[in-house]
């Protein structure tokens, strides 16, 4: 899957694209081009903190942060299962660490820059 923009870089304007390659039970591999040359390429976990590069004498970075979906409720019984874990959490901490247990990656939201400049902010999907 790829999504691109055309920015004006310079005195040109270029085509800015993130293509990314979902693994079957491995890590998504993403990889930005510009004007078709492979300017970064990393995998989820790293985009997560972001990687960098330098093009044309300018720093480039992408940032991928992971978007959540929590489930809207949580029973009773995962709740006491996560006090007895951590008997020191309060009810409502115990019942947050719950559901974000229980919370699915969907997407990622990523942001690409050329120094201070944004290329690109793109959110991936995933099926």
Do not use: W
């Not at 693994?23 to 995998?43: E, M, Q, R």
């Not at 997560?48 to 019984?77: M, R």
């Amino acid at each position: 899957m790829c999504q691109s923009t055309v920015r004006q870089l310079g005195a040109t304007s270029q085509k800015i694209e993130l293509c990314v390659s979902q693994g079957n039970f491995a890590h998504d591999v993403y990889v930005l081009k510009i004007d078709g040359n492979d300017v970064l390429k990393g995998i989820d976990d790293e985009t997560t903190k972001g990687i960098f590069a330098t093009h044309q004498g300018e720093k480039i970075s992408l940032t991928c942060a992971p978007q959540l979906e929590e489930p809207t409720q949580v029973t009773a019984e995962k709740i006491d299962a996560v006090q007895k874990l951590m008997p020191a959490l309060s009810a409502d901490e115990a019942r947050k660490t719950a559901i974000s247990l229980d919370a699915v990656e969907i997407g990622r939201l990523c942001t690409a820059q050329r120094g201070d400049n944004s290329l690109l902010d793109v959110r991936v999907v995933f099926n």
